[in-house]
């Protein structure tokens, strides 16, 4: 079993940033990869980047592409937010994969974090 716990949210306003942490404890070792997920109201949780532990190799939705920044180990993971827009804003999940193989798809992530809230607002 893996537990995380994700903190940094918070209200900022257009073009500031932030920097989410992840921490994951017990089973670790199985968390080859870790992403960053986010759901806003009433809509899917979309996908917004992953780390891969093997090789360090990253993945970006287009949309946060040159923005944001994921970093870390099974351990702990991070989530620069740079320049941030207000189609940003929704409840951000860390969440923890078994598999090797790196997806966007959510049902591959077996353990989440509970979520901690982006607001972007002017």
């Known amino acids: 079993q893996v537990q995380l716990t994700d903190f940094g949210g918070g209200l900022v306003q257009p073009g500031d940033s932030l920097r989410l942490s992840c921490d994951a404890s017990g089973r670790t070792s199985t968390n080859n990869v870790m992403g960053w997920f986010r759901q806003a109201p009433g809509k899917d949780r979309e996908f917004v980047a992953a780390?891969?532990?093997?090789?360090?190799n990253t993945h970006y939705r287009d949309s946060v592409k040159g923005r944001f920044a994921i970093s870390g180990n099974g351990r702990a993971t991070f989530l620069q937010m740079n320049m941030l827009k207000p189609e940003d804003t929704g409840l951000y999940l860390c969440a923890a994969a078994t598999g090797r193989i790196f997806t966007s798809s959510p049902s591959a992530y077996e353990y989440w974090g509970q979520g901690t809230q982006v607001t972007v607002s002017s």
């Open positions: 780390i891969a532990r093997s090789d360090g």
